[in-house]
Every structure is written in structure tokens, then in C-alpha cells.
């Protein structure tokens, strides 16, 4: 016996090297899993293992313990000991729908890198049956020992669970040294934390699923408080654009492409901002959302295709991968990246184009509702040297004219719009506008339009063929564009006052 056991059995021309169980299993924990990516993993067997209801429970006394039950197939005996191997499943083997494993590691390599001991209880045709790993146990027996504890190990809430619905499996965390580094005070305050920001990574991972797309229903659950329906892309939103799908054959498989643009941030109500994921998703989740088999597994960046700047933050773009490209995907264990295959990446590139453009549009445009190459606007941007520009008050403007009409007053005008001009504050507003902060928009009243209407003609009433055209093209003048329809209904009374007289 060496200090790792046995060395291996020889055989001609080599000899069998199986790994040491102990170090193995704890080289593994190291693989990276935050505790909601191992959450997800878990949750991925119980969609396809055709569950309707997954329940996520946790308490920090008197031990702590994390138990995921759901109410899909069980595992006879045979089963739950062959999903206890390691390595249970070929990468290669083909999937389909909405199968969601692939290395036969996620179970453990998932539980184990939150905790030390991890039991699988399940129901099925042959009743209920139990495993467990256990590093401690697996170092002291220094070999792969795979617990086979009875009913008597699991806790009498879960054993209640899954005998009323009579099917199902719950995975159940103890000894949860990684997931509580260790800590001993403040655990309840911990795992509250530690399962507020699961809650919120799990809303946007399985959003689809919680949405009906797939199972119908679906119900996911954190100690008994159900997730909310987030949607990334804003779907149905009046103010938001929806460009046309797109689908790929890659490798005898569809990739399905849709872009969307979302509105701009200060037009969305509270509870749309919450329904997105939040402001600080708006500034950050920009680029493509993968999903594999309807679960999200990359949730936005461009993969180098496009530049990332603050004008393409409201574009996103939706890509449906089937379970069975995972190989071309270069999906990891853990579930949490993805690589676009090259023979899709210059399809990427031309899609992401059309929808950034957007998006820069909706920014640079913002508040000015009318497209008509004729509008008149009140700002006009004059670029100078080395990517540098100014804005500056269109001194063709209608308003601007009439207020400078007075030969006297001319030239003080012209030295107050200058002056505001200059100490334009665009760092501040860009700083507000970065952070994704609501800016005021000027909503004119039918009463303020209609006494700047008034002003505005009697200023070119010395000037009938101007006043004219002017009253035609109201609605293309700032800021009567933003209420086009308005702004002909007031001109139209003021050509008729005009006829009355």
C-alpha cells in the first residue's frame, strides 16, 4: 500500500492507473461553480427528468442544509447508483429536447463544490431509495465509497415531500464548508444572501421555462417564495423593436437568431425595469443571450463581433442552440459558457450589425419622434477636429428667429444662447445618461402649445408667405413634433381665426 493507495495492476505493456478517490474528488470541487450555477446544474436534471415543480428549501439552524426537491421521474436503485458515478454519461452521446445533462458530473461535481456530504433521496416503481457521497467518509476508507444510507438518513419534512407526490428525487446539501467559507456566526444572515442572489441568477436562467415556453407549468421555488418572470428582451413592449429571426442549419441543426432593441431606459415604468432584471442589467446585459434546449447559459457579450460602447446597450439578441451542438458550442461543465461556432459567427456579425444600429438610434434620436428628413430642431450638432463636436442652438429655428426679430434685442439673445451653449454641462448629462437615469423630457401641454403657437405666428405676422408655411410645417418644429397630430390641430384653428377676421 502506497501513501495513495494501491498503484494499479499491471498488464502487459502498461498497468491500470485509476485515480485516488480523495484527491480527485477534491481537486473537482475546484472547478468553479458559484452556489447559483450549481443550483442551476441541479435544476437542469429536474427539467429532464420531466419536472413541473422544483423546490429549493434551506435553513442555517440547527445545521445548515440546502435541499432541492422536485417532482420528476424517480430513480429505481440501479439508477440513482449509475447518476451517483462519476463520469456517468458520454459527452458524446446524443440528446435531444430539453436534456439538459452532458458529462455525467454535474450532480456531484456541482453539490460537492458547496458541500462536503451530498444524499440523493428518490421515489420511483421501486420505492425509495437513498446514496450519499461523503468526502469524510471517501478519506477515511481512501477509496470511492458511495453511502448507501436508508430512509432514516433523510429528514422527515423531505421523506413527507416526496411521499405525497409519490415521485421525485431531492438532492440535499450538508456540511456546507465551501458555500459558507467556513463561517460559524452569522450563518442565517449568510445563506440568506448567498440565496437572494441564486434567486435572482435562477429568475433569468430558467425565465423560459418559468414563462410556459417549454413546461407547462413550471413552478420553481426558494423556501416557498416563487421566482419572478423576468424577461430580458421586453417582449410585446410598445416602445420596443423586435427585428426579424433568422434560422441556421449548423451541422443538420436549427440556430435560431432574433434580435431585439429595447426602449430607452427612462421610458420604462418601474415594474418593466424590475421585468428586464433591473437598471444595472440595462447597462450591462447587452449582446447575445445563449440558450441551450430553452435554458440560458450565456447572458450577454459580444464575443468580440462588435465593439461594446454605451450606444449598443439596449440590443440584445437571442440565440436558440439544441442540446445536440453542444460540441460545437464548447459548452463547459458547469454551464456557464459557450463559443459560437465559426461557420455561424459571420451570420452573427451581419445580424448584431442591423441591431446595434438600432440601438444607437434610439440613443441619438431619443425624444425625437419624427423621422421626417424635414424636421426642424431646436439643437444641431457641428462636429470639429479630431472626433470632437459642439452642439449649438439652431439659429433657424422659428423660435429663435422670432426671438431675435428686435434689432435691439438680437444681439443680447445672441449672447445668452452662446453662452449656454458653451457651458453646456455634457459631461454631467452623460455621466446621468451612462448610469441609465431617467432625464426629463418636455411634455408640452395642448394649453403651452397653443400659446407658443400663438406667439411664434404673430411674430411672422408682417410676413403672411412665411407665417403660412410656417403654421403648414408646425408639426415638424421642435418641440411641437412631439405632439404631431396637436400641433396640426393648432395650426389649422389659427388659419381659421386668421379667415374669420
Known sequence: MTRYGEAGKELAGGRELPPFAPMLMGSLRAVGYSTEAALADLIDNSIAAGAHRV???FAAEPEPV?????????????????????GSRDPRDQRTGLDLGRFGLGLKTASLSQCRRVLVASI???????????????EERQTWWLSLPGPSAVADEILRRLHEQGRGTAVVWEKLDRMLDGATANRGRMMDEIMDAAADHLAMVFHRFLAGEFINP?????????????????????????????????????VTVSPFVLPFPSRLAPAELLRVGGRESLKTGHGFYIYRGGRLVVPGGWFRIVPADELVRLARVRVDVPVELDHLWKVDIRKTVAE?????????????????VRSRRVYTHKGTPSADSDRIPLWGRHDLRD????????????LVVAAMA???????????????EDLLPA????????????????????????????????????????RAKLLEKMHLIEPFNRAPEEARAIAQRLIENDGDR
Not at 343 to 352: C, E, M, Y
Open 55 to 57: 423546490a429549493i428549501t
Open 66 to 86: 440546502v435541499a432541492i426537491i422536485d417532482d420528476g421521474e424517480g430513480l429505481t436503485e440501479d439508477e440513482l447508483i449509475t447518476a451517483m458515478r462519476y
Open 124 to 138: 420511483a416503481g421501486d420505492g425509495l431509495n437513498v446514496a450519499a457521497w461523503d468526502l469524510d467518509i471517501c
Open 218 to 254: 413550471f413552478e420553481l421555488t426558494i423556501n416557498n417564495r416563487a421566482l419572478p418572470h423576468l424577461d430580458p428582451f421586453l417582449e410585446g413592449h410598445t416602445k420596443g423593436q423586435v427585428l426579424y429571426p433568422e434560422t441556421f442549419q449548423i451541422d443538420g441543426q436549427d
Open 340 to 356: 459560437p461556432p465559426s461557420a455561424l459567427r459571420p451570420h452573427l456579425k451581419r445580424i448584431v450589425g442591423q441591431a446595434t
Open 387 to 398: 472626433g470632437a463636436a459642439a452642439w449649438r442652438v439652431n439659429r433657424d429655428h422659428p
Open 406 to 420: 428686435s434689432e435691439s434685442a438680437a444681439p443680447d439673445v445672441s449672447r445668452l444662447l452662446r453662452l449656454i
Open 427 to 466: 459631461h454631467e448629462i452623460h455621466l446621468h445618461i451612462s448610469n441609465d437615469l431617467p432625464v426629463a423630457e418636455y411634455v408640452g401641454v395642448s394649453s403651452d402649445l397653443e400659446a407658443l403657437a400663438i406667439e411664434l405666428s404673430s411674430a411672422f405676422r408682417e410676413d403672411p408667405e412665411r
